[in-house]
């Protein structure tokens, strides 16, 4: 099974061979992150959930801006879903 810094590393080298304009990154512990806020189970401060977009600056403005868009609005339409059944 790749680990999430191969994946990570991976989506980097196919952005620099312009296979991709754009990734977004949902880390491994992702669910749990998110699963400390609702404070169930939580010690302590929990931390907070992160996404890492990453886009292909050679594929210039509108591709990177592309990408941007389209994985900005992929994170933010996930977000109310957040906690629901």
């Known amino acids: ?28 512990d992702f669910t749990s992150s998110i699963t400390a806020l609702t404070g169930a189970t939580t010690t302590g401060t929990p931390a907070r ?14 591709g990177s801006g592309l990408a941007r868009t389209a994985t900005t609005q992929a994170a933010e339409n996930a977000s109310p879903q957040v906690g629901k059944d």
């Open 1 to 28: 099974m790749t680990g999430e810094k191969e994946m990570k590393e991976e989506m980097k080298e196919e952005l620099g061979r312009g296979k991709l304009f754009g990734a977004l990154v949902v880390p491994a």
């Open 49 to 62: 959930p992160t996404l890492t977009v990453l886009t292909n600056q050679s594929a210039g403005s509108l």
